[in-house]
């Protein structure tokens, strides 16, 4: 059964289209638009082409989309504040659903062959300090601060996508496509947030990626403190904590200065009263709303999906081929897997 409907809403909503503009777009009525949304009809072939052009997609991308086991609007897992506005939120859900069917539609053509992997682990048979020691263990992992999070991903077969989300109230959100996991990650926030975004979000990828608990929030959230921040480790630096040695337990970890803090709290090597004073202290020097030496850790950014892209040029493909390999209507329209076209060489 086909679940065409459903794509062409992921999809409209994806590109930020009211059904009045996509249906303008297409050269349809809303009326129409409508019945096809809601599988009330089926488009004439001429009236699928329109309507993937007008959603930078290729009609087989609107096919293969609808036929996917268990539909396309799958709910990702989000980090995100309670003020985040819900027509923001589900634009960028349905922005990692469009990646992710991206991603399997190229998946099957090309396959990527990962150095590590991301395990998917029951919550209910092992805490999220534990999930994250093992996965640690098993990437053997230096002990100590974790550098280069985006390269460890990646290195586990994980797509990492940056993207400006218009927003600073949502962070980042994850899914899995079959066996390779996503990640999109706000490209607005600074380096300690962004690095703590995907050691959570790795924590849902590896404790949520088939039953979801009650506390899916504060267990992405332990694994995130135990994967950046091994207690074992970090704990005689956080003895006797002052606010005047988080300037260097920030440089030295890659973290906020808040999570090092809350660090130590959820340890028990500071009380409820002396973190209401740190906190105090960060509101009279403005740290609560932007951090000093965010700026100076080394930047997060990923690269697997432009090595695709390279990979696949280098292989004779041009960005015509990648583009339709992963089911965009043009070059302009793969943000997914950019390729560089080959520059002319002058002759003579």
Request: neutral net charge; proline residues 6%.
């Amino acid at each position: 059964m086909s679940n065409l409907g459903e794509v062409l809403v992921t999809a409209r909503r994806a590109c930020g289209l009211t059904q009045e503009e996509l249906a303008a777009a297409a050269g349809v009525t809303q009326a129409a638009l409508s019945r096809y949304e809601n599988d009330l009809r089926e488009p004439e072939p001429e009236v699928l082409a329109r309507l993937a052009r007008a959603l930078g997609v290729t009609e087989t991308f609107l096919a293969r989309a609808g036929r996917v086991h268990g539909g396309m609007a799958v709910d990702s897992h989000m980090r995100r504040r309670l003020t985040a506005k819900p027509t923001v939120w589900r634009q960028l859900e349905a922005r990692l659903n469009m990646y992710r069917m991206h991603a399997r539609l190229l998946f099957e053509e090309v396959s990527i062959r990962a150095e590590q992997r991301i395990p998917t682990l029951d919550p209910a048979e092992i805490t999220p300090t534990d999930a994250a020691r093992l996965v640690r263990m098993q990437w053997r992992m230096p002990l100590g601060p974790v550098r280069s999070l985006t390269q460890w991903l990646e290195s586990a077969g994980c797509l990492v996508i940056e993207e400006d989300f218009g927003t600073t109230r949502v962070d980042g959100l994850s899914q899995w496509i079959g066996d390779h996991p996503v990640i999109l990650i706000n490209l607005r926030a600074p380096t300690d947030r962004k690095r703590l975004t995907l050691a959570h979000e790795l924590g849902h990828l590896c404790l949520h990626s088939i039953d979801v608990s009650d506390n899916v929030e504060a267990e992405a959230n332990e694994f995130a403190a135990e994967f950046l921040m091994p207690i074992e480790v970090i704990r005689p630096q956080l003895r006797n904590l002052k606010i005047g040695r988080l300037h260097d337990l920030k440089r030295e970890w890659g973290v906020s200065m808040q999570a090092i803090v809350e660090r130590s709290y959820s340890a028990g090597l500071i009380g409820a009263n002396e973190r209401s004073n740190m906190y105090k202290a960060f509101s009279a020097r403005g740290w609560r709303i932007k951090e000093p030496l965010s700026d100076e850790l080394t930047p997060e950014h990923p690269a697997l999906n432009f090595n695709i892209g390279d990979a696949l040029l280098r292989k004779g493909l041009g960005p015509n081929d990648v583009a339709q390999l992963a089911g965009f209507a043009t070059p302009e329209d793969n943000i997914l897997f950019p390729v560089a076209r080959p520059r002319l060489r002058p002759v003579g």
